[in-house]
């Protein structure tokens, strides 16, 4: 623990920078994963033969080793934080779009007649009914691609693109655990905080009576 504390004080200034580069990484990736697989996943509960066909051809995706994927990203994109964030919102697609699908289409059909019956239209039948009873479902999927995309941003390293996959890479070469434990610790932390913060929001957006029912 002292070689730890001491190599961490040593290195200070790199650590909160390559953290700082980390947090870019996957805030970035899946803010554009879900400005992208909600709106698809709502579109495909009104295209049900089409929705099948979708989420199979994204859900391909995962099946690509995730060095493989950053690596295919170089000859068409070169190396850097723009590859990066490409490959890890692929990567992050899949879950978000799959649970908007489910969550959205799970939706007691009788709750939407009564929106169509007093008068709402499609847009606020979607916005009133339909996201405030999907919501637990959708932001399981972000909870989901949040730690994944914590932990996959580790590689982006292999193609220049920052994060503390440079820190955690040194010490592999170096053989050193301390120098090892320096870039993963701050990676496990990075997850419980953010899949904190994001409970908490889905907390906070859940209605006061419906609480105790939220996970």
Known sequence: ??????TVQADWSILLQKIQEHI???????LLACLIAVPIGIYLTTRKRLANTVITAVSVIQTI?????????????????RPAVI??????LFPILQNTYVGISGVNPALIEAGKGVGMTRWQILRLVQLPIA???IMAGVRLV??????????????????LGDIITRGISMI????????AIPVSLLVIVVNLLL?????ALTPKGLRKSTK
């Open 1 to 6: 623990m002292r070689h730890l504390w001491s």
């Open 65 to 81: 080793p995730s060095l493989a994927l950053f690596g295919f990203m170089i000859p068409l994109l070169g190396i850097g934080t």
């Open 24 to 30: 870019y990484l996957s805030v970035v990736s899946v």
């Open 135 to 137: 919501r637990s479902v």
């Open 199 to 203: 409970l908490g929001l889905n907390r």
């Open 176 to 183: 050193n655990t301390a120098v090892i434990l320096e870039g």
């Open 146 to 163: 949040a730690v994944q995309t914590i932990s996959m941003a580790t590689i982006a390293t292999y193609i220049a693109a920052g994060g």
């Open 87 to 92: 490959a890890l919102t692929l990567y992050a």
